[in-house]
């Protein structure tokens, strides 16, 4: 404010009196007149200048409707009726979370390959696995009426 020449400093002071600055020009304002006293001597010469201004003026009153919109501004918004678990934020939250952990069960975990049927010479020929997808077993049929054959492929297993 030591810098501002003495016209801009008498328009802030106005502007402070009749209180059209913004929000936060008048806090910094009101923090310079706390600290310079010619400025806080400007503030209180506009206010005796000003004061006979606001006494020829009638008061009008406030509409109703606007004092509505004031109440509802202020007042925090009431839950609409009917809301109720569907407007619950927490049941959401877990109602996602839940989905994500099952989509993620349902990618990691994969149902095993069903067996593969290879006709040979009009019979059959199966390859049984262990549990770590190596062949295991060798079945075969040559055709519907013959016997099955297994053999085993891994004997260490």
Same mark, same amino acid.
């Given at each position: 404010? $030591?810098?501002?020449?003495?016209?801009?400093?008498?328009?802030?002071?106005?502007?402070?009196?009749?209180? #059209?600055? #913004?929000?936060? %020009?008048?806090?910094?304002?009101?923090?310079?007149?706390?600290?310079?006293?010619?400025?806080?001597?400007?503030?209180?010469?506009?206010?005796?200048?000003?004061? @006979?201004?606001?006494?020829? $003026?009638?008061?009008? @009153? #406030?509409?109703?409707?606007?004092?509505?919109?004031?109440?509802? $501004?202020?007042?925090?918004?009431?839950?609409?009726?009917?809301?109720?678990?569907?407007?619950?934020?927490? %049941?959401?939250?877990?109602? #996602?979370?839940?989905?994500?952990?099952?989509?993620? $069960?349902?990618?990691?975990?994969?149902?095993?390959?069903?067996?593969?049927?290879?006709? %040979?010479?009009?019979? %059959?020929? &199966?390859?049984?696995?262990?549990?770590?997808?190596?062949?295991?077993?060798?079945?075969?049929?040559?055709?519907?009426?013959?016997? &099955?054959?297994?053999?085993?492929?891994?004997?260490?297993?």
């Amino acid at each position: 404010m $030591i810098h501002l020449t003495p016209e801009l400093r008498d328009a802030l002071a106005a502007e402070y009196v009749l209180g #059209t600055q #913004t929000r936060l %020009v008048r806090q910094r304002l009101t923090r310079l007149i706390e600290e310079d006293a010619e400025l806080a001597e400007l503030v209180a010469w506009w206010h005796t200048e000003l004061a @006979p201004l606001s006494e020829m $003026i009638e008061p009008v @009153p #406030t509409p109703p409707w606007i004092w509505r919109r004031i109440e509802n $501004i202020l007042q925090p918004a009431e839950e609409e009726p009917g809301g109720g678990w569907w407007s619950n934020l927490m %049941v959401w939250r877990w109602s #996602t979370g839940l989905a994500a952990a099952l989509a993620l $069960i349902l990618v990691l975990i994969q149902p095993p390959a069903p067996p593969v049927e290879v006709p %040979v010479e009009g019979g %059959v020929v &199966l390859v049984l696995t262990d549990d770590a997808s190596k062949p295991a077993f060798l079945v075969s049929r040559q055709s519907t009426d013959a016997p &099955l054959k297994a053999q085993a492929l891994d004997l260490a297993a």
